[in-house]
């Protein structure tokens, strides 16, 4: 970013070098944590559901609206040298929500760019930790995964694709407010209207899965999966500790329901862990099973505590590529257990163009398997993109929120080689910005698109909204009930972060918001979230 915005760069392809990438230092680097893929992942790729029909419509490219490019941003009115809002990042260095100075005389960069990303592990490992009466590493906390972890009420297109809306409101703090973006992807189509499935389960057997909640989890989980399979989808079993070894190879599940079961009960925790080995051996496993027209998949199943053989998730996934490339094979992982190697498994559920979810409990993973299924099945987009370009006439400065390692270089918004995020149907995805506008500034303030390809025919496509000053100037405590949930789950994440969002309220006033927010829609997930805070605020004191 250039001096009016603060714009972090992850290390995804394309970032640049130059004058801009050295002004970008200021902003530290986080390693992307919570990526359990586990149990969940199983879920996921329950392709059939567990007793509820959907309403989704079927895959429909031919709908989606070209929109015209978005719009170059204007030249940046002199002003001020910008005050900033202080506060302290995770490894305890001074921290702006925007860097200081006056414009340079060249545009400044009003433009926001980042891949797509549906994970929630972050959300459920920070729960986990704070019910075993812990504070999660600050490192761990991705607040694009605390807000998206809840359902947005964002209308939903036809067919593949997105729609796109946007609103905002005032924060506490003097001259700022968020403006949210919200992405949504089309239904899920009815199970016997799906392709089938052709699934690769990667395994971890070593021995820290013998705790409680790990091994056990993942082989009550594929059971419940393996009983809600179609008799035309197929299913691999790959087990991996210090070696790899396919157990099952890709079996129909019509006529070996049994096998399956056998293969599963047969589960027993061993040794090491040589995560690069069941990876590989996962991929070789499905490309040879790979069947064309159905939605082939590796789900991987692991605390990711890697100690044995190649550690690196870059490496790995390098390996690999050609079966990522050339078959669409992609990686879905759930992580499991009260410890685990997160920055390992997060960084390769990304590279492996893919998604991570977390889960604990038998009804996480019911929710995972039976409810969100379809999710995790089909696609409705590959190699998505957002991008925000603000009004530099009307806004002063602004921050994403989260997103830290799924930056994209703006000139690659539209190069479709750069990786973006698959997205499947039923999925919401949010984008908060705290954003200060000039003083008595009115009018356009931003133009939010989204690019994605039509996961067919690879077309490209895009979308894009307009949000107007007008829209921020109600109090965010009294905005739409979205917006509001929005906001508690970015504060909780800002807070596990040390950093400093404008307006911050104390933990208990943030577990009150989310109280309020529960009972007026009766949402056990908002409850739950009101007691995370609860449990951080008391580990604290």
């Known amino acids: 970013m250039r001096p009016d915005s603060e714009h972090r760069t992850g290390d995804r392809d394309g970032t640049r070098a130059s004058a801009r990438a050295r002004r970008r230092t200021r902003a530290r680097t986080r390693a992307r944590a919570a990526g359990l893929l586990a149990a969940a992942l199983v879920g996921g790729l329950l392709v059939t559901g567990c007793g509820g029909g959907s309403d989704g419509s079927s895959a429909d490219h031919g709908k989606a609206r070209r929109a015209g490019p978005l719009p170059a941003p204007a030249p940046a009115r002199p002003s001020a040298p910008a005050t900033p809002v202080p506060g302290t990042d995770a490894d305890g260095e001074q921290r702006d929500i925007a860097p200081t100075g006056t414009p340079s005389p060249t545009p400044a960069d009003y433009l926001s760019t980042f891949a797509l990303d549906v994970d929630t592990a972050s959300y459920g490992y920070a729960r986990r930790t704070l019910a075993d009466g812990r504070l999660p590493d600050p490192k761990t906390v991705r607040p694009e995964e605390f807000i998206n972890s809840f359902r947005q009420d964002y209308p939903r297109p036809e067919g593949n694709g997105f729609s796109v809306t946007a609103d905002g409101a005032r924060a506490g703090a003097e001259g700022w407010s968020f403006l949210r973006v919200g992405l949504a992807t089309g239904p899920a189509s009815p199970a016997s209207r799906r392709p089938p499935a052709a699934l690769t389960f ?120 050609d079966a990522r490339r050339e078959h669409g094979i992609t990686l879905f992982g759930v992580g499991v257990g009260s410890e685990y190697g997160d920055a390992l498994m997060e960084r390769l559920a990304d590279k492996g163009d893919g998604h991570t979810t977390y889960v604990s409990t038998p009804e996480e993973a019911r929710k995972v398997f039976c409810d969100e299924l379809p999710q995790n099945i089909e696609l409705r987009a590959r190699e998505a993109k957002a991008q925000v370009a603000f009004d530099p006439q009307t806004v002063q400065r602004f921050r994403l929120i989260g997103y830290d390692d799924r930056q994209v270089a703006d000139d690659d918004y539209r190069n479709d080689r750069v990786d973006g995020g698959e997205v499947g149907p039923g999925h919401t995805v949010t984008a908060l910005y705290a954003i200060r506008l000039r003083p008595g500034a009115s009018g356009h303030v931003a133009t939010a698109g989204v690019r994605w390809l039509d996961p067919d025919t690879r077309a490209p496509h895009e979308q894009t909204t307009q949000i107007e000053a007008s829209a921020l100037d109600t109090d965010v405590w009294r905005a739409n009930r979205g917006l509001r949930l929005t906001a508690t789950a970015a504060y909780f994440a800002d807070a596990l972060r040390q950093g400093a969002l404008p307006g911050a309220p104390t933990l208990p006033q943030l577990a009150s918001h989310a109280d309020k927010l529960a009972r007026a829609a009766e949402d056990k997930d908002v409850r739950k979230l009101a007691e995370a805070i609860r449990r951080a605020d008391d580990l604290r004191t």
């Not at 990667?202 to 409680?212: A, F, L, N, P, R």
């Not at 490309?287 to 790995?316: C, F, H, K, M």
């Open 202 to 321: 990667v395994i971890d057997v070593s021995g820290s899965m013998s705790e409680t909640g790990r091994l056990d989890l993942v082989k009550q989980s594929l059971g419940v999966m393996t009983d809600r399979l179609r008799p035309d989808d197929s299913l691999a079993l790959v087990t991996f500790s210090d070696t790899a070894e396919t157990v099952l190879p890709m079996t129909r599940v019509g006529d070996g329901r049994g096998r399956v079961h056998d293969a599963i009960d047969g589960l027993e925790p061993r040794s090491s862990t040589n995560l690069d080995a069941g990876v590989r051996t996962g991929y070789d496993t499905a490309v040879e099973g790979a069947r064309p027209g159905a939605t082939n998949r590796v789900v991987l199943l692991s605390d990711a505590l890697a100690n044995t053989g190649e550690t690196d998730a870059d490496a790995i996934l390098d390996r690999i590529s």
